[in-house]
Every structure is written in structure tokens, then in C-alpha cells.
């Protein structure tokens, strides 16, 4: 009878065993909960820097098309801007009104807003990754702004033909 109980004994697994392998299953579950958030926000940023290129490329195209001229001031709802938004085929930027042109560096305090704005500059050139300079620029210059997702608030970007 005793060894009955022994062998019943030593089936299954013990609650220290079954604690260590919860734990684990947590931390990984932690680590994927901790990476995805990461993860989707770099997957935005590519989408909107693949569409910044294809802004690029399309201004270019328009600029080829029409002897050197780029599109008029305005938004990408009407006139040259409608033209350049409907060969760029973006993925991310869907709202037509939030991709203009202009000559001044646009002022957006609102970062839901900034996240969906792209602004090409005519006349400008980028000081750096992150700035417009709107002085040292020919005619023919542009540079695209746009804002990218962080940790903490949307950064400028800038990005020059």
C-alpha cells in the first residue's frame, strides 16, 4: 500500500514547478507587452518617410513635366498640389488638406496634428535632420517637414529634394 502512495506521488509536477513556469509565461507576455507598442510606432514612422520620398519624387515629376515650375501654394485638395498627391499614392498621409506647399516653414503646436501634416517648402533647404532653413534656399530648392512619433512628443523631420 505505501508504494502505491509512492508512485502516485511521483507523477505530476510539484507547485514550485508549475510557479516557475507561470512566472516565466509573465515575463514573457511582459516583454511582448513592453515590444509591441515600440514596434508599431517604428512600422508608422517607415510608412511616413516611404511617403515623404513619394512626395519628393511626385514634386519632382510635376517640376519635370512643367519646365522647372513647382506646384502652386495651397493644399493637396485642388490645383498642381492635387496632381502631385494623386502620383504620390500615399499610404499613411490619406487626408488631402493636410499635405500643402508654401514658402514659410509652418508653425503646428497641436501633435495630433503634426503627425498627419507634411509641408513642402519651396526655397529652402534643411539645416539638419530635424530643421528647416527657409533663407539659404534657390527657387528651384524644397524641402519636405513632416513629424514622426517618439516616446514622448511627435519630432520634426525634414528631408530635402
Known sequence: MLQKYKTKREEGFTIIEVLIVLAIAGLIILI?????????RNSRNTQRRNDVSAILGAVQEFANNNGGKL??????????????????????????????????????????????????????????ATAVDVTNGSERQYVVKFWVETSGSPQAQCQQS
Open 71 to 128: 506646384p502652386a501654394d495651397g493644399d493637396a485638395t485642388t490645383g498642381d498640389m492635387q496632381t502631385v498627391y494623386n502620383n504620390a499614392k500615399l499610404g499613411f498621409y490619406k487626408e488631402a488638406a493636410n499635405v500643402t506647399i508654401g514658402d514659410s516653414d509652418p508653425t503646428i503646436t497641436d501633435e495630433d496634428v503634426q503627425l498627419d501634416t507634411v509641408a513642402i517648402i519651396r526655397g529652402a533647404t534643411c539645416s539638419s
Open 32 to 40: 511582448v507587452f513592453l515590444a509591441v507598442p515600440a514596434l508599431q
